[in-house]
Structure formats: structure tokens, C-alpha cells
């Protein structure tokens, strides 16, 4: 191929670049600026430089150089739930949600300073076996080294065939030093929700994460339990990352009430536009008059934040703990034509009281810390102060 046909052809790449680009932050192709703008005209400038002067362009891959422009783009976003996935790992990413996957049962974010950490492991599953701990920074996952490592990239590299090994290099809090820690990966398929009964007749309903079975176990869960002789409902959603937004709005829904108390609206997604769209209490509710509080933490993030969020704006739910995560951003996948993917950050989340959720997360009503001490000793004081408060108001 000559170099004036392979020109036009890198011409016409970088437009589909542009206009992909433009695609990923609107869910549009049309937006505001168009490819006619100077600063596209100062890329496809760019572009012109290296197909006249790169001394190899003979040799260049488009395919390569295209996926280069496109993964720049997102990185210049400096987002990090956004990336850009090839075909492989975008298959590999649609097993997430189901509540079963290979992996080793451990639940991780990107904090403000951009590090991959920890959250919690599950209970049960090879992380928690093999000692990783909530607040656990992860530096390297099979020798590539995490920081500025995109958050589905991050869970695509853990996660893998049962009875494969992952290598990681793990940060424990306090520590100076990290350790490496080599877990064998096992067929992840847990419960989202654990129910039991403690003293009191208060029940203690631990939601770990949301997946989309979570809406059949929490009404599964309420219908097995004597409502009607409750004192009380723990909703605990500490170390809770959050997961289907669906199946938080169901949860929620159980214990509000649209018909007799107003209660419509779980939460808004407000995208860049302005555009709002409101996410509707459903009908149906099997808790709705029982006294409950929500437990949250500094690792209550996304979902988890929007169920407690809406009980709380609503007066539905004391709110023990502490200030949660604040990760309240809509992320969405969406395929391009080569099987690809770009995962992007499309909206925003608010409770029904307008407070955003991103960067600022849920403020509790009353703020109560576990310290080390109380961990040593086997102490929860929140969950301790959950109990009292339900007690006292029977």
C-alpha cells in the first residue's frame, strides 16, 4: 500500500477514533464539538506528522496504532472506571454480574491517590483464607505493578480459571513493607444475602454485595423470617462495593412504602447534560413498617450507598457507622465494532434529596468507629449500638 492510500486510510481510522470517542461520553454520535473542531484538527495534525515522517511507517500496525489512540483518549480522561477493553477481556468482563465467577472472593476499588485497594474478602473464599485484609493496598498483580491500573482491568487480571494461580503484591495497612501473596483461584459463587436472627427477635440481614440473584434473596429472606413479630431490622451493608443498581432499588423498595407515605423515588441518574432519570420505588414492599437501621462503613460504596441513601433521606432508617465511600458514578460498557469495548463513566448518582453521592458519599446519622482494639477483642460497637437503638424504641 502506498503511503498516500495508507494516509487516507489513517485519516479515515482517527475520524472513527473521534467519533467513538464521542459515542463513549454521550451515548450520542452527535455532541457538541463534531471532528471539525481545532482540536481535532490539531490530532488528525498530529496523525499527518507520523504517517510523513515515521521512518518505519511501512511497518506500522493501523490496528495497533488505532487501539494506542483510543486508549489514550480514555486515559486522558483521568477517570479511573473508565478504560478501554479488547475483545478478549470484554468477554471475560460479562461474567461479573451473575454472582458466580473464578476468582478469590475479594472486593476492590481505586481510591482518591489512585491505588487498588482492598475493601473486604468474602467470607468463605481463597482471599480470606490466604489472609488479605479491608484497607489492603494491592501494588502488583502477577508482576505488573497496579498504579494507574483501571478498575475493571484490575478485576479482569484477579479473576481467572478455578485452580489457576494469581500472584499478588499486597500493602497490609500499617505495614512498611509488602508481601507477596500467591492465591489459587477457586469458582466464586456466594450468597449476596446472609439473614439470621439474634437476640432480641431483631433480624440481622448482611447484604456483602449486589449481584443480579440479590433481588430474589432479600425477599426470600423476609418471607422465611416472622415479620410481624420483629422488633427490629439490621440492614448491614458495611464493606458492601456496591453492584447491580436494579437490585439495590429492590432492596430499598422492601422497606419503603410509594402508596401511604410518598416514598417514590430511590434515586436519580443525572448524566452530563443534565438529563435526570429517576429510578422508582417498586410496588410490593415486605418491610415497610418495621423498625430498621442501616449499618455503613468507610467501605459502603456505589449500591450500597444508594440503598442507604434513600432510607435515609426518607426517615425510613437510622444510619449507624461512618461516612461510606462516595462512589455514586454510572458506568456503562459499550462495544465497538471489532468486539472491543469502552467502559465509561456516563452519569451520576443522587439520592432522593438531591445529595450526589460521588466524592461525598452518606453521612450517618450517628457515627460510631470500630477501633483496633474492639477488632482484637471480637467487639462490634456499631452493630452493639444497632441493637440498643431498636431495643429501645420497641
Same mark, same amino acid.
Given at each position: 500500500?502506498?503511503?498516500?492510500?495508507?494516509?487516507?486510510?489513517?485519516?479515515?481510522?482517527?475520524?472513527?477514533?473521534?467519533?467513538?470517542?464521542?459515542?463513549?461520553?454521550?451515548?450520542?454520535?452527535?455532541?457538541?464539538?463534531?471532528?471539525?473542531? $481545532?482540536?481535532?484538527?490539531?490530532?488528525?495534525?498530529?496523525?499527518?506528522?507520523?504517517? +510523513?515522517?515515521?521512518?518505519?511507517?511501512?511497518?506500522?500496525?493501523?490496528?495497533?496504532?488505532?487501539?494506542?489512540?483510543?486508549?489514550?483518549?480514555?486515559?486522558?480522561?483521568?477517570?479511573?472506571? +473508565?478504560?478501554?477493553?479488547?475483545?478478549?477481556?470484554?468477554?471475560?468482563?460479562?461474567? +461479573?454480574?451473575?454472582?458466580?465467577?473464578?476468582?478469590?472472593?475479594?472486593?476492590?476499588?481505586?481510591?482518591?491517590?489512585?491505588?487498588?485497594?482492598?475493601?473486604?474478602?468474602?467470607?468463605?473464599?481463597?482471599?480470606?483464607?490466604?489472609?488479605?485484609?479491608?484497607?489492603?493496598?494491592?501494588?502488583?498483580?502477577?508482576?505488573?505493578?497496579?498504579?494507574?491500573?483501571?478498575?475493571?482491568?484490575?478485576?479482569?487480571?484477579?479473576?481467572?480459571?478455578?485452580?489457576?494461580?494469581?500472584?499478588?503484591?499486597?500493602?497490609?495497612?500499617?505495614?512498611?513493607? $509488602?508481601?507477596?501473596?500467591?492465591?489459587?483461584?477457586?469458582?466464586?459463587? =456466594?450468597?449476596?444475602?446472609?439473614?439470621?436472627? =439474634?437476640?432480641?427477635?431483631?433480624?440481622?440481614?448482611?447484604?456483602?454485595?449486589?449481584?443480579?440473584?440479590?433481588?430474589?434473596?432479600?425477599?426470600?429472606?423476609?418471607?422465611?423470617?416472622?415479620?410481624?413479630?420483629?422488633?427490629?431490622?439490621?440492614?448491614?451493608?458495611?464493606?458492601?462495593?456496591?453492584?447491580?443498581?436494579?437490585?439495590?432499588?429492590?432492596?430499598?423498595?422492601?422497606?419503603?412504602?410509594?402508596?401511604?407515605?410518598?416514598?417514590?423515588?430511590?434515586?436519580?441518574?443525572?448524566?452530563?447534560?443534565?438529563?435526570?432519570?429517576?429510578?422508582?420505588?417498586?410496588?410490593?414492599?415486605?418491610?415497610?413498617?418495621?423498625?430498621?437501621?442501616?449499618?455503613?462503613?468507610?467501605?459502603?460504596? +456505589?449500591?450500597?450507598?444508594?440503598?442507604?441513601?434513600?432510607?435515609?433521606?426518607?426517615?425510613?432508617?437510622?444510619?449507624?457507622?461512618?461516612?461510606?465511600?462516595?462512589?455514586?458514578?454510572?458506568?456503562?460498557?459499550?462495544?465497538?465494532?471489532?468486539?472491543?469495548?469502552?467502559?465509561?463513566?456516563?452519569?451520576?448518582?443522587?439520592?432522593?434529596?438531591?445529595?450526589?453521592?460521588?466524592?461525598?458519599?452518606?453521612?450517618?446519622?450517628?457515627?460510631?468507629?470500630?477501633?483496633?482494639?474492639?477488632?482484637?477483642?471480637?467487639?462490634?460497637?456499631?452493630?452493639?449500638?444497632?441493637?440498643?437503638?431498636?431495643?429501645?424504641?420497641?
Amino acid at each position: 500500500m502506498g503511503k498516500t492510500s495508507r494516509v487516507t486510510l489513517l485519516i479515515l481510522v482517527l475520524v472513527a477514533v473521534v467519533i467513538i470517542y464521542l459515542i463513549g461520553i454521550t451515548g450520542s454520535p452527535w455532541y457538541d464539538e463534531s471532528p471539525d473542531e $481545532p482540536e481535532f484538527d490539531l490530532v488528525e495534525e498530529a496523525w499527518r506528522v507520523i504517517i +510523513s515522517d515515521y521512518v518505519d511507517i511501512e511497518d506500522v500496525d493501523l490496528e495497533r496504532l488505532s487501539e494506542g489512540a483510543i486508549r489514550g483518549m480514555i486515559e486522558a480522561l483521568d477517570d479511573p472506571y +473508565s478504560g478501554y477493553f479488547d475483545a478478549e477481556q470484554y468477554e471475560l468482563s460479562q461474567y +461479573s454480574l451473575e454472582g458466580s465467577f473464578g476468582g478469590i472472593g475479594v472486593e476492590i476499588t481505586v481510591n482518591k491517590e489512585g491505588e487498588l485497594t482492598v475493601i473486604a474478602p468474602i467470607a468463605g473464599t481463597p482471599a480470606k483464607k490466604e489472609g488479605i485484609l479491608p484497607g489492603d493496598r494491592i501494588l502488583g498483580i502477577n508482576g505488573t505493578p497496579t498504579k494507574g491500573m483501571n478498575l475493571v482491568d484490575a478485576v479482569l487480571r484477579i479473576r481467572g480459571e478455578p485452580g489457576t494461580d494469581v500472584r499478588l503484591n499486597v500493602l497490609h495497612e500499617g505495614n512498611d513493607t $509488602p508481601e507477596e501473596i500467591v492465591i489459587t483461584r477457586e469458582e466464586i459463587d =456466594i450468597e449476596t444475602v446472609l439473614p439470621k436472627m =439474634i437476640p432480641g427477635n431483631i433480624a440481622h440481614i448482611e447484604i456483602n454485595h449486589f449481584s443480579s440473584r440479590t433481588q430474589s434473596e432479600i425477599v426470600s429472606a423476609l418471607e422465611d423470617m416472622a415479620l410481624s413479630e420483629m422488633s427490629g431490622i439490621i440492614l448491614d451493608l458495611r464493606n458492601n462495593p456496591g453492584g447491580v443498581l436494579k437490585s439495590a432499588v429492590s432492596v430499598a423498595s422492601q422497606f419503603l412504602d410509594r402508596e401511604t407515605r410518598d416514598e417514590d423515588v430511590v434515586v436519580y441518574v443525572v448524566d452530563a447534560e443534565g438529563n435526570e432519570e429517576a429510578w422508582e420505588v417498586e410496588d410490593g414492599g415486605l418491610a415497610t413498617d418495621v423498625p430498621l437501621v442501616v449499618l455503613v462503613n468507610g467501605n459502603s460504596a +456505589s449500591s450500597s450507598e444508594v440503598v442507604a441513601g434513600a432510607l435515609q433521606d426518607y426517615g425510613r432508617a437510622k444510619i449507624i457507622g461512618t461516612h461510606t465511600l462516595g462512589k455514586g458514578a454510572v458506568n456503562h460498557f459499550r462495544q465497538l465494532s471489532d468486539g472491543s469495548a469502552i467502559y465509561i463513566t456516563s452519569a451520576r448518582w443522587f439520592t432522593p434529596d438531591r445529595h450526589q453521592i460521588e466524592g461525598q458519599g452518606i453521612l450517618p446519622d450517628e457515627t460510631i468507629e470500630i477501633t483496633t482494639d474492639d477488632v482484637e477483642q471480637g467487639l462490634d460497637p456499631q452493630l452493639e449500638r444497632a441493637i440498643e437503638y431498636l431495643q429501645n424504641i420497641s
